[in-house]
């Protein structure tokens, strides 16, 4: 395979920058991936749970007001569901990585319930590996955007680090046999998995 | 360390992973994206009989029905549909669905088979660990692979990052990777 050395600079390049960018998430979905296999050393029951019931009144709960009531309540995170239930309540969720918030607005607007999960640092630190997709606040749309780019990155720095390794050791027994032995296995599990 | 040796040990450790990289890289796309990648169409039908005590509770019974087929998957409890007359449940793992219909007097069992498709198995391998009821050895072997890979990417990436600051490493770089990986971290906080 001959290649320039610009275009090999301008590889390695994309090579380096699709990591250093996203160093960070990376990291915390490294960490947080061995966290999940093992999740049954993260307890759960350190999660705070409750539930409260609020008298309001039926103004307190109108779209109008509604984000004061949130910050009244110290409702965190971004608004995930909504609905209305078949006796006519109206039902949001709001998730963050580390809280769930759960509202019932009862039909009569006169009552909120409000069921709080405030997860434990392990069950947070678990939570950002979750957290996915865009909407809501700012904060959420780039982290989403970061999320887009850690999955570019990740396919751009193993294809052109697989092209580098052509250029530098494409006579290296050793790397052929990882590169071979690692395509045939995830080949014959996606396979497998496919017809089977 | 030999320089030589590092970049050799950034490479083996990369190409190891490089498979596992990619398929991680389509799969946070498309979480991020809620992107639908499972198909639904059913490709192939057919039946048998099998013999079976359909007094049996629903779990055992498919679990007993799944056994004798000998077909691997999970059997989620949600998707039964039970009567007097037949039992309809449904079979499922990473890469396809089985829809059966059991008449439970003669024991005349209908399979509907629905392969979800490459870009749903590639995405499943996010969530996999290895570990479908009836699934050989060598399916189970992927949870070693999986934890194997994310070792291997740790090495590769802290690797990486020596190689950058000991021999590659220039200010405007560090200033502006240094700054993301700042306000990555921030809005980490944030959510």
Do not use: C
Not at chain 1, 47 to 64: A, H, M
Not at chain 2, 36 to 56: A, G, P, S, Y
Not at chain 2, 153 to 159: A, D, K, R, T, V
């Amino acid at each position: 395979m001959k290649m320039g050395i610009k275009t090999y600079t301008f590889l390695r390049k994309i090579h380096l920058y699709a990591s250093l960018s996203t160093v960070a998430l990376l990291l915390m979905y490294l960490v947080t991936s061995y966290m999940m296999i093992y999740h049954s050393w993260f307890s759960s029951n350190d999660n705070q749970e409750q539930v409260l019931s609020v008298k309001v009144d039926p103004s307190e709960v109108s779209d109008d007001n509604w984000e004061l009531f949130r910050n009244k309540h110290s409702i965190k995170g971004r608004q995930t569901r909504e609905y209305l239930t078949e006796s006519g309540d109206l039902y949001r969720e709001y998730v963050g990585a580390g809280s769930n918030f759960k509202i019932t607005i009862f039909d009569e607007k006169n009552e909120v319930k409000i069921k709080s999960v405030k997860r434990s640092l392990a069950g947070t630190i678990i939570g950002f590996h979750r957290l996915r997709g865009y909407g809501g606040p700012l904060q959420y749309n780039i982290y989403a955007l970061l999320l887009d780019a850690v999955g570019l990155s990740l396919i751009l720095f193993a294809i052109t680090g697989v092209i580098l390794w052509l250029k530098l050791l494409k006579n290296n027994k050793i790397a052929w046999t990882i590169l071979i032995s690692g395509f045939v296995y995830v080949s014959l599990i996606i396979g497998y998995l496919l017809f089977v | 360390m030999k320089k030589s040796l590092l970049i050799k040990l950034h490479l083996y450790s990369g190409l190891f992973t490089s498979f596992y990289l990619i398929a991680f890289g389509i799969s946070a796309i498309i979480l991020n994206h809620n992107i639908k990648v499972e198909k639904k169409d059913i490709t192939h039908n057919w039946n048998t009989n099998i013999q079976v005590d359909t007094n049996l509770p629903n779990k055992e019974l498919k679990e007993k029905i799944r056994d004798q087929l000998g077909l691997m998957g999970w059997t989620p409890p949600w998707e039964d549909k039970r009567d007097s007359t037949s039992f309809q449940f449904m079979i499922t793992h990473t890469g396809r669905n089985y829809f059966l219909n059991l008449n439970l007097a003669t024991g005349d069992l209908d399979i509907s088979e629905a392969p979800k498709g490459i870009m749903a198995v590639i995405h499943g391998l996010h969530f996999f660990n290895g570990n479908i009821p009836n699934a050989p050895f060598f399916i189970r072997t992927w949870a070693v692979y999986q934890w194997l890979a994310l070792f291997v990417m740790f090495i590769s990436l802290f690797l990486g990052l020596w190689l950058w600051i000991k021999y590659n490493y220039k200010t405007w770089e560090g200033i502006a990777f240094g700054s993301l990986f700042i306000v990555s971290i921030i809005i980490m906080i944030l959510l």
